[in-house]
């Protein structure tokens, strides 16, 4: 069974950087969009950022001009780098990847933004 494993969490400051990666622990053919989610302590998962088989992204507003994600479709990893963090970024952070059959989760990474 594949796994999303993902790494890079822990805290930081406000204004400090982190970054996220994530890997599968299997080959996952024919992946259409890779992303990030995040979800805040009461509240639901949100989307984060994509990233498409053709290498466009999409950011939540919230995060554009701040975060970027980048991927490698063939070796079925995406990458989450976080700059300029605020203390509304802490959550804990799932990596995502989408085939036809599959909607692929990984287990979360805890990000805490505090002084």
């Known amino acids: 069974q594949v796994q999303l494993v993902e790494s890079g969490g822990g805290l930081v400051q406000p204004g400090g950087s982190l970054r996220l990666s994530c890997a599968a622990s299997?080959?996952?053919?024919?992946?259409?969009?890779m992303g990030w989610y995040r979800q805040a302590p009461g509240k639901e998962r949100e989307l984060v950022a994509t990233?498409?088989?053709?290498?466009?992204?999409n950011y939540a507003d919230s995060v554009k001009g701040r975060f970027a994600i980048s991927g490698d479709n063939a070796r079925n990893t995406v990458y989450l780098q976080m700059n300029s963090l605020k203390p509304e970024d802490t959550a804990v952070y799932y990596c995502?990847?989408?085939?036809?059959?599959?909607?692929?989760w990984g287990q979360g990474t805890q990000v805490t933004v505090s002084s």
């Open positions: 995502n990847m989408v085939n036809r059959a599959y909607n692929y």
């Open positions: 299997k080959m996952i053919f024919g992946i259409n969009v």
């Open positions: 990233i498409s088989g053709g290498g466009r992204p």
